[in-house]
């Protein structure tokens, strides 16, 4: 995971905008609704800016111009991390973000983004839509005067780039890495050092031994980051961010105030991006890590089976106690938690199953 | 696979309608386009018939009821098998169904729902959407006058119920299973009969012996349908139906009538529609899993690594030979196989790593 930091270190000049973006201009005449969207990323940042002006157009679109969002990165209205305050407020109509940088706000936030061998995307959506989550994620912003949504999803992420071979967990004591949040909780509890370190600082950072490892996002984000040529090993499986949502925002009285076609075109717009940004990431990580491997050489590692069992141990731990904090948590965690264990046993013939007999010899 | 004999042999007047369809009588007064959608289901069967009807109540919702979408269940206006016929010709304006019905029009058709040992859903959403497959689609469809939209998803479905065990590929040999497509047609290969029986047959077939095994989707409606009183075991992993599309189809000329903003609705509600069956699914699936193994002690099994094998070579056989039918097969196919390669590389070190190291020991 990396958005915390994308903020301060992280150009964006030159990167694509989404292709819909395009498509609100012509309507803007006859705007019934002119909303500002701020967001926690860089401006037109590969999957997750361009998801949210991809957003931002959509509603446009369907709209027939109707209403009109205009998107800000990170800082150009207000900071990333006051986003949730901003909108809240009624200072911007929307935002989007990732609802675990809210969790000074609630610790039960921390589920409706992702938590260390958690739900896949996949699963997330079964949780979300079909399952209770979005129930009471509702019940959760609601407090703050806030609708959320789903809207976009990395799919699982990679473990991160290591100049440090890791054969047992030993070698985890003492390790440098660049791991916010649970997953970097977890390496502190397996005896290594997290430290916090803005994207743009990650590579100098790797390079000169300030750090043994970082982790990022995964192949597509990673190959454009350059971090192939500043690590000895690319490690694998990731296993603390396995299918990252992040969400849409939307101030309670200006959504209650649309008429129903309106409301429904939002809320819509949110799940057509959630799908569409974990598609585009399914498709451009494929052709990444290919060009890891064939073009950069990249050698990829797989931690011991007695580091993974160690790191899943120390996760169960610590998301446990995320339950201990306040009620509504606990509430939140029962919900998760029974979702993820049948999830797990439908994997095991399902999912999982399958992807083995397909790709294992 | 299944729903090539929905139509004849099930009954669904007691099944629930999807919560949305509510929605639209409403704005019923102001439609300014009322359409008929034709359907490959029994009215309201759960999950696919239900989908349907979300989307022509979506459709409805976000237009603010301008579009006003009637479903017809399989033979009602036409049969089942003629809806594609009677969208092209515009006796109905649009219609739900699965590409692989169509395979006497094109045999790429079947890409665009699902081939054994193919990709999952979400490496499906992946090549439809970022990686050239709804290009090719659009252009195959756009010959018969329709305009196609994934429209649905049942995720990885289950190899099927049994009542001989399997324990080497000799035990294929003379096995009656009802399987349809290109799953029978493997099953044919490895020296199997496969058999076609309209869903309403299988309970009594399987239980009088008329045949030794069949599949049909996965827990959810698997168990619905009773398919566990008639059979000693349980086999995994599904390996014919990955990830199985559900599409929408429009007439060209009708959507090419429409106001950018309605072509808009229309398009993003049958994505809206394509991830919600897939989250309904992955929901409904664990926790039916669960009931028919602790409720029913529905015994689990696995297929020896030589079957797997053996279906495994001869899919690539059979699916390969699609691309020898005609230029626009073979064209598909290379685009189909080439993001297959790459996704099992990815999955390899993402998707199916990760779940290993969440849910092995």
């Known amino acids: 995971m990396q958005r915390r930091d994308f903020i301060k270190g992280v150009g964006a000049g030159s990167l694509a905008v989404g292709a819909l973006t395009g498509g609100i201009g012509s309507a803007h005449a006859k705007a019934e609704y002119k909303w500002k969207m701020v967001t926690t990323w860089p401006k037109n940042f590969p999957g997750l800016g361009t998801g949210a002006n991809n957003l931002a157009a959509l509603i446009g679109e369907m709209s027939g111009g109707r209403i009109e969002v205009k998107v800000f990165g990170a800082g150009e209205l207000v900071p990333a991390f006051e986003i949730f305050d901003a909108v809240s407020r009624g200072t911007a109509e929307m935002g989007h973000g990732s609802a ?80 916010p949040g649970l997953g970097g909780e977890v390496l502190a509890r397996a005896g290594g050092i997290p430290v916090n370190l803005p994207g743009g600082e990650l590579f100098t950072a790797l390079q000169n031994g300030t750090i043994d490892a970082t982790e990022w996002v995964g192949p597509y984000n990673d190959l454009a980051f350059g971090l192939y040529k500043a690590a000895k090993y690319y490690y694998y499986p990731g296993w603390h961010e396995p299918g990252t949502i992040l969400e849409a925002m939307i101030n309670k009285k200006v959504y209650e105030g649309l008429p129903a076609d309106l409301q429904s075109i939002v809320m819509n717009a949110c799940k057509v991006v959630n799908q569409d940004m974990l ?77 083995q007999a397909r790709d294992q010899a």
Do not use: C
Not at 129 to 146: D, I, K
Not at 151 to 167: L, R, Y
Not at 337 to 344: M, R, T, Y
């Open 279 to 355: 598609a585009e990431y399914t498709a451009r990580n494929p052709v990444a890590l290919q060009t890891l491997i064939t073009k950069h050489n990249v050698d990829l590692r797989r931690f011991p089976d007695d580091v993974i069992l160690k790191l899943r141990a120390l996760s169960e731990e610590a998301v446990a106690e995320i339950a201990q904090k306040d009620e509504f948590s606990s509430k939140v965690y029962s919900s998760y938690k029974k979702f993820l264990s049948q999830s797990k046993e439908w994997s095991g013939i399902g999912e999982l199953t399958y992807l």
């Open 100 to 179: 675990y940088y809210w969790k000074g706000k609630s610790e039960a936030a921390q589920f409706f983004s992702t938590v260390p061998f958690g739900l896949t995307a996949q699963e997330m959506n079964g949780w979300i839509y079909h399952g209770g989550g979005m129930e009471l994620w509702t019940e959760l912003y609601a407090q703050f005067g806030l609708v959320p949504a789903p809207a976009g999803n990395t799919g699982v992420q990679m473990g991160g780039w290591f100049n440090k071979e890791i054969n047992s967990v030993e070698d985890l004591k003492g390790l440098k890495m660049r791991i």
